[in-house]
C-alpha cells in the first residue's frame, strides 16, 4: 500500500525554466516530509524538507510547499540547472515512527 | 567529515548462499537505518537501531533478515538462503536523534551508496 505516491515518473524542463514535482500523501499522520535527490549508482541526498507546521520552507532554488488539506506537497526548482537532472524521491514520517515512506521517484531531466 | 560508508559495493552471489552487507555511519549518529531498493521502486523501510537494539525492524520481509550493531556504531544486515528476488539495492542512513519529536522537524537521514546485490 504505497502512502506516498509520486505520479509522474518523468518530467523534461529547460534549462532556466521552473521544475515542478509534485507528491501526495495518504497518511494523515505524517508530519515530516523531505525531498531526495539521487544520482544514479549513488545513495540518495537529501534537499530540502518541511514541518507539518509550516506550509513553505525556501532553500537557495529550491522551495517546498506543503497542502495539508489536500495532502499533496510540491518542490519548485528555480532556476533549473542540467546538474538538477536526477531523481527525485519525496519522502514522509510521522510522530509515530521513524521509518521513512518514500514515493517511486520523478526523473528530472533538464535540458539546455 | 565522512558521510555514510557501505561495504561492499556490489555483491553478485548464487541462489541460497549467504551474504552480509556492511554499514559504518556518521559519527556521532545514534540512529542507523536498513531500506532496500528495488527497480523502479522509491526505498523501502527494513530496520530501524537506536543505539544497539533494533527499535523496529517490522520491515523485514521474513526470518531470513537479520541486521545487528554489537557496538551502537557499524551495522551489519544478514540475508540467510538467498533467493532471487532479494536482488535489490540495500541502503543504509544514519541521523541523529531526539528524545522526543519536536513539532518543527524530524530527523533528517542522511544515506550511503548502497550495495548492489545480485543473487543469481
Known amino acids: 500500500d504505497q502512502q506516498v505516491k509520486q505520479n509522474s515518473p518523468s518530467l523534461s524542463v529547460q534549462e532556466g525554466r521552473i521544475s515542478i514535482l509534485n507528491c501526495d500523501y495518504t497518511?494523515?499522520?505524517?508530519?515530516?516530509f523531505l525531498w531526495y535527490k539521487k544520482y544514479p549508482a549513488e545513495g540518495p541526498t537529501f534537499l530540502i524538507s518541511?514541518?507539518?507546521?509550516?506550509d513553505k520552507n525556501e532553500d537557495g532554488r529550491f522551495t517546498v510547499f506543503l497542502n495539508k488539506s489536500a495532502k499533496h506537497l510540491s518542490l519548485h526548482i528555480v532556476p533549473s540547472q542540467p546538474g538538477d537532472s536526477a531523481v527525485y524521491f519525496c519522502a514522509a514520517s510521522s510522530n509515530s515512527g521513524y521509518a521513512l515512506n518514500f514515493g517511486k521517484g520523478t526523473s528530472l531531466l533538464v535540458t539546455p | 567529515g565522512a558521510g555514510v560508508s557501505q561495504t561492499p559495493s556490489n555483491k553478485v552471489t548464487e541462489k541460497g548462499k549467504y551474504v552480509e552487507l556492511r554499514c559504518d555511519p556518521i559519527s556521532g549518529h545514534t540512529a542507523l537505518y536498513w531500506y532496500r531498493q528495488s527497480l523502479g521502486q522509491g526505498p523501502e523501510f527494513l530496520i530501524y537501531?537506536?543505539?544497539?537494539?533494533?527499535?523496529?525492524d517490522s520491515g523485514l520481509p521474513n526470518d531470513r533478515f537479520f541486521a545487528v550493531r554489537p557496538e551502537g556504531s557499524v551495522s551489519t544486515l544478514k540475508i540467510q538462503r538467498t533467493e532471487r528476488g532479494d536482488s535489490a539495492v540495500y541502503l543504509c542512513?544514519?541521523?541523529?536523534?531526539?528524545?522526543?519529536?519536536?513539532?518543527?522537524?524530524?530527523?533528517?537521514?542522511?544515506f550511503g551508496p548502497g550495495t548492489r546485490l545480485l543473487v543469481l
Open positions: 518541511i514541518s507539518s507546521i509550516k
Open positions: 537501531f537506536q543505539g544497539t537494539g533494533a527499535a523496529d
Open positions: 542512513a544514519s541521523s541523529l536523534w531526539r528524545l522526543v519529536r519536536t513539532s518543527w522537524g524530524g530527523e533528517t537521514q542522511y
Open positions: 497518511n494523515s499522520m505524517f508530519d515530516y
